[in-house]
């Protein structure tokens, strides 16, 4: 059997077919309570392959639907069936509709801002998996075996999902999908953006030469390149010796809102001077830009400053072909990369900004 495996990916999500995929039966035919998923065979093997999933999930793997189906009578088996392990909770993304699949996929990697060649699709259809197969070839899309008790095993033998966790945030990435999607259904019952932006309640703790979070951060310098003023990859022994040095501060930061927790997503370094600081690089996860917390955690830096009498802060910035929202953000704030110490907050009214644990 042809797997159409591509050996040298690691893959982020998963996306899946629902019926005879998730659960043995057709969903529109057979009913909530003629599906097969329960406690034997052969609704058990699809209890397993369920679990197997969720492992993943847990691991940070995020999980997607994209299923022919009727909405109403797709979505009560994921709130309601009292089998189901993967509850509507657990993915980030949906398109249960009568659309084309290639449609949905693409859909489905713009909501979720990720590329289509970080996607597994997953259907027990060979008619779907070809047409996928070809029209979206940077999409992997092995073949689902025929008989749901081997669904498990062959999960666990892809080569895309070989994680090794170091950090919470690698854990909670299949979470962070999620409560974004949750997010993104609240905004739509707001007249204004800078309403929805009040109801999220959002913090931002901001941490002075604090290495507890030492991998996330060597992690970030690494992985971010959106808004990454100057890309440059540290190692944890790099980030430790810039925060025992006294010529330097490591500012990073943690945020959460009503939904939940982001995690550590920024990370500054800056060397001091007497009169004057140099932010050498400045750095944040994309997936929380646009809500003020990059003003924020600008604003920690400054307030920073303030206190020790420096009269300004100069950034290096480095434009390469993807870091064009760092360059907005330093072309909005900064004046030729030079920003007055002395002048008013920049973070916006919305966000609750802690230093240190303090408010």
Excluded at 37 to 60: C, K, V
Excluded at 132 to 144: G, S, Y
Excluded at 231 to 250: F, G, L, N
């Amino acid at each position: 059997m042809s797997t159409y495996i591509s050996p040298n990916s690691v893959k982020k999500c998963i996306v899946l077919d629902l019926d005879n995929t998730l659960w043995g039966g057709i969903i529109g035919e057979d009913g909530l309570e003629g599906i097969k998923l329960g406690l034997t065979p052969p609704g058990s093997y699809f209890l397993a392959f369920q679990q197997a999933l969720l492992d993943l999930y847990n691991q940070g793997v995020i999980l997607a639907i994209n299923s022919k189906n009727n909405f109403n009578d797709a979505i009560a088996v994921l709130r309601t069936h009292p089998n189901m392990i993967l509850k509507e909770h657990y993915f980030a993304a949906m398109r249960i509709n009568w659309d084309d699949k290639v449609k949905n996929l693409r859909e489905l990697a713009k909501e979720l801002n990720i590329g289509l060649d970080s996607m597994v699709f997953l259907d027990d259809d060979p008619t779907n998996r070809l047409l996928i197969r070809t029209v979206l070839t940077e999409v992997e899309t092995p073949d689902l075996p025929d008989n749901p008790d081997k669904f498990v095993k062959f999960l666990h033998s892809l080569p895309y999902f070989k994680i090794a966790v170091t950090t919470d945030e690698d854990k909670m990435r299949g979470s962070f999908y999620v409560t974004e999607r949750l997010r993104k259904e609240q905004e739509k019952k707001f007249a204004s953006p800078e309403d929805f932006l009040k109801s999220l309640k959002t913090e931002v703790h901001c941490f002075l030469d604090d290495t507890s979070c030492i991998s996330r951060l060597a992690q970030l310098t690494a992985k971010t390149n959106q808004f990454n003023t100057n890309k440059r990859s540290m190692s944890e022994d790099e980030i430790r010796q810039y925060a025992a040095d006294p010529k330097y501060t490591v500012f990073h930061a943690e945020a959460g809102d009503c939904f939940g927790n982001h995690g550590v997503i920024a990370f500054a370094l800056v060397s001091k001077g007497e009169k004057k600081w140099v932010i050498e690089s400045l750095l944040m996860s994309c997936r929380v830009l646009g809500r003020g917390i990059e003003e924020a955690f600008l604003e920690s830096i400054r307030s920073t400053a303030a206190r020790q009498e420096v009269e300004r802060l100069d950034v290096m910035f480095k434009p390469t072909d993807k870091n064009k929202p760092a360059g907005d953000f330093i072309e909005k704030y900064f004046n030729e990369y030079t920003f007055p110490v002395s002048q008013k907050s920049c973070a916006p009214g919305w966000i609750r900004l802690r230093l240190n644990g303090e408010a």
